[in-house]
């Protein structure tokens, strides 16, 4: 695992680059981003988190000829049949996730559920030019709160909490949110197959 210094993320949300590069920092890895690299948005046509995933990292394996890797992941909220899910990016108007924020509180309390439960997935591709790739799974349960709390983080942070806590993820920091978090939870299994094979 050590012989690779770099890895690219095929991504340009600085939310996630930021996570990606808080956790692999200390095994002295650099992760080289979409944004840092330039490479082109991709289109997300898949219906799974996994096609999704896979879609990008492989575009970006083609394009820069080394093995690459790249995340989707969303908010998947029980009462709403487990929406927005893979569209959670796009379930914010204009991107915007104060609005989109605002559109989930008003869109679950139409339900007259009272069950707030919800999950936040996330799974990384590593995708090799060949198309060959390997997949890893992260999820983290727990509910949706009435209001907005916290600043730290991004996208849905602000509204979720996780199980066995009382604040939302927007007031944990980025150390204690990656060890929980759908997306720290792939990544640890990224790094045992990383280094269980010897790197890429
Ligand atoms: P995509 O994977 O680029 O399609 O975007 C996933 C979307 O899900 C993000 O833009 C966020 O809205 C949401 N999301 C994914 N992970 C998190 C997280 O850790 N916190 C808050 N929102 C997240």
Redesign the pocket.
Known sequence: MQKYKELIFA?H?N??ISEIRDMLAPLGIKVLSGNDLELPDVE?TGKTFEE?AYIKALAAAKEKNMPCIA?????CVDAMGGRPG?Y??RY?PNRD?NK?IEKLLNELAETKSSNRAAH?S?VIVLAYPSGKYKAFEGRVDGNISTHKSGDA?????PI?VPTGFNRS?AEFDSVEKNKI???GRALQKLISYLTDNDGL
């Open positions: 991504s949300n939310g996630k997300e999704n995340d989707d992941s969303g908010l893979v959670s990016a914010a996730f989109g936040f996330c983080g991004f996208g849905y942070d979720f993820f978090s759908h997306r």
